[in-house]
């Protein structure tokens, strides 16, 4: 046993060494992309995300809404559990809930894409034609940018797409001086009021990322601009760029551009597997970007998430005029345990985002739509939950749920001083674990937490004395969420923009068997998990309450809900 164990390792290493390759920075196994888990594994899919019933997914593609109907594409493998073979799965929704498989929309059938159809964005055309471009990969292996459109505009299911006889539509040639390797995922385009289309690709120079801009009359011949619409340094490449309008009042249409309305400008780094982003104007004139004074332009700014959370793109959907973001979550397991789970990724429940009143910054939460699964409610009577206790929220089912609680009477005078050397949030969070005692904090949630204590997942604040005011940190920490010693347990953080002194501070987490996604500050900073715990499943679950700092705080309000299983592919 022992030994045939140590074979069938041996073997796996070197099939790992062997299999082992990069495309584009996409590290490719070729043992393990047609590979089917031949015992496919459940304990950790999920009751109300976004899953295809098996195999690999990541990035979402060209979300959008039409006719009435929901339309999720998504980068898959229809052969195995690992990035390959990737096509455009296709489901489509009337509730945003509930999810129905289709065929795929895009798989690999042209020279322009033989070797993968990868990420892209929808754009509405006038007369109401969706189309999409999305990236190939050519025979050379040279990434191209390729067109499809709808067959039948009739059918609100759009299940078939044609491509368009012209594709490639955009190619790197050595007279435009684009790295071949480096030239994917077009954005959503826009309409400038000369008529003319834009869209951008994300690229770089060196180490420089770039958003490579390309502009059309037709939508068919596209012409690469002089100028990026932006470029920093030593960002890397800038995989999936998102570019649109946004507002403190709700959603606008992709096309909105003009005077005072600011734009934000997405980017997902591929060397740190981060979605920052900054707040900014588009300079018309110029057709550039140029993010605000203080926005600032790397991973170290702004992000949507302070957890997993990658590849995201955002629409617009007109029925609700709301500007709705999904994100991809990986897995925390090593590549061996997913493929052997069979299955491989989640989508991070969609979130309405809009512009902070501050216009600082967005804030996102999750749709509305998703609130009509919630199920057997449980509220809590405010109390004061004082330094060193525990409180168990009981009666919901806490490995599917979706809960609130907010802190108030918070016993400021016992916050810690801040040091001016703490700017990584994550650091501080790391350093400062669930079971280090301070003066404000840790106060939040245990969820995932097995009766013993042995597992659970803390998500939590603490809030220190800065130089002028109030710092309130989050943290979302994973060092005890499973006892399998193989899982990624990384402690994530972020600042949260509340003034506890008259706010109250808010805590939001949607619980589902395998992740944890929380919103701090009514979605001011959001941080998603992805965990896997060995006793605190299904039933064996539990949630709390608790305040391991000094200073008491008061539990203003708490309620919680068992989440309803959606029905998903
Ligand atoms: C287009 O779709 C509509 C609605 O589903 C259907 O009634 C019609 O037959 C389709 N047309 C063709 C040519 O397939
Ligand atoms: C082009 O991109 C590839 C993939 O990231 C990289 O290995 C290569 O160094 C880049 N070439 C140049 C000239 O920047
Ligand atoms: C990120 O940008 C800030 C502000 O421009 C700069 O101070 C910092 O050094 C940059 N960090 C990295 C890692 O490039
Ligand atoms: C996927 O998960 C691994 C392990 O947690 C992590 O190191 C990596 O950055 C993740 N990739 C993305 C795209 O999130």
């Known amino acids: 046993m022992a030994r045939s164990c140590c074979v069938f390792l041996i073997c796996l290493f070197f099939s790992l060494m062997l299999g082992h390759g990069v495309e584009a920075s996409h590290v490719i196994y070729r043992t393990f992309q047609n590979l089917q888990a031949t015992n496919p594994d459940n304990t950790y899919r999920t009751s109300y995300h976004f899953q295809p019933p098996k195999n690999w997914m990541n990035d979402p593609n060209g979300p959008m809404m039409y006719k009435g109907i929901y339309h999720l594409f998504y980068q898959y493998n229809p052969y195995g559990a690992d990035w390959g ?33 990868w990420s892209g964005s929808t754009t509405i055309l006038p007369g109401y034609k969706p189309a999409i471009l999305y990236t190939g990969i050519d025979p050379q292996k040279s990434q191209v940018q390729n067109l499809a459109v709808p067959k039948n505009l009739s059918d609100p299911l759009l299940i078939e797409w044609v491509k368009s006889p012209y594709n490639p539509l955009m190619a ?94 997405k980017l997902s780094l591929d060397d740190t597997k981060h979605d920052y ?44 005029k709301r500007r709705i973001l999904w994100g991809w979550i990986n897995e925390s397991l090593p590549q061996p345990e997913y493929v052997k789970q069979g299955w491989s990724g989640i989508q991070a429940i969609p979130r309405s985002i809009w512009l902070d009143k501050s216009e600082k910054q967005l804030v996102q939460w999750p749709i509305m739509e998703i609130e009509k699964l919630r199920g057997n409610r449980v509220d809590m009577p405010s109390s004061v939950l004082k330094g060193g206790s525990m409180l168990e929220i009981s009666s919901v089912t806490a490995a599917q749920a979706d809960v609130e609680i907010s802190f108030g009477e918070i016993e400021l005078e016992k916050a810690e001083l801040m040091d001016p050397s703490w700017t990584n949030p994550q650091l501080l969070c790391s350093r400062k674990a669930t079971s280090v005692k301070g003066g404000l904090g840790p106060f939040g949630l245990k969820v995932l937490a097995s009766k013993d204590l042995k597992e659970y997942t803390a998500v939590f604040f603490r809030i220190f004395k800065g130089h002028n ?50 919103f701090g500050g009514g979605g001011k900073a959001c941080i998603t998990a992805r965990v896997y715990p060995t006793l605190a499943i299904g039933n064996w679950a539990h949630l709390y309450a608790f305040n391991y700092g000094s200073g008491s705080v008061r539990i203003s309000k708490l309620s919680a809900w068992s989440m309803k299983k959606a029905l998903i592919n």
Request: proline share 5%; aromatic share 12%; with cysteine.
């Open 277 to 320: 982003y900054t707040v900014g104007m588009y300079n018309l004139d110029k057709d550039r970007y140029v993010p605000d004074k203080g926005s600032v332009d790397n991973d170290t700014g702004l992000r949507y998430d302070y957890g997993k959370f990658y590849a995201s793109k955002t629409f617009y959907d007109s029925a609700k």
């Open 469 to 518: 005011k109030y710092v309130v940190l989050m943290c979302s920490d994973q060092s005890r969420s499973s006892l399998n010693h193989n899982t990624d347990k990384t402690t994530y953080g972020a600042f949260v923009e509340v003034d506890p002194t008259n706010e109250q501070l808010s805590l939001r987490s949607l619980i589902d068997h395998s992740i944890v996604e929380s």
């Open 172 to 265: 790197p040639t050595n007279l435009n001086q684009i790295n071949a390797s480096s030239f994917r995922d077009p954005t959503t385009s826009w309409l400038g009021p000369d008529k003319t289309w834009r869209v951008i690709i994300g690229s770089k120079r060196h180490r420089r990322g770039l958003a490579i801009l390309y502009r059309s009359k037709d939508f068919v011949h596209w012409v690469k601009a002089k100028h990026p619409l932006h470029s920093a340094k030593d960002t890397g490449m800038w995989e999936c760029p998102d570019f649109f309008p946004v507002s403190s009042q709700g959603g606008l249409d992709t096309n909105t551009v003009g005077l005072g309305i600011k734009h934000v400008l």
């Open 85 to 117: 073979n990737i096509v455009w799965a296709h489901s489509t929704s009337v509730d945003f809930v509930n999810w129905t498989p289709r065929a795929p929309a895009i798989f690999p059938d042209q020279p322009g894409d033989i070797n993968g159809c």
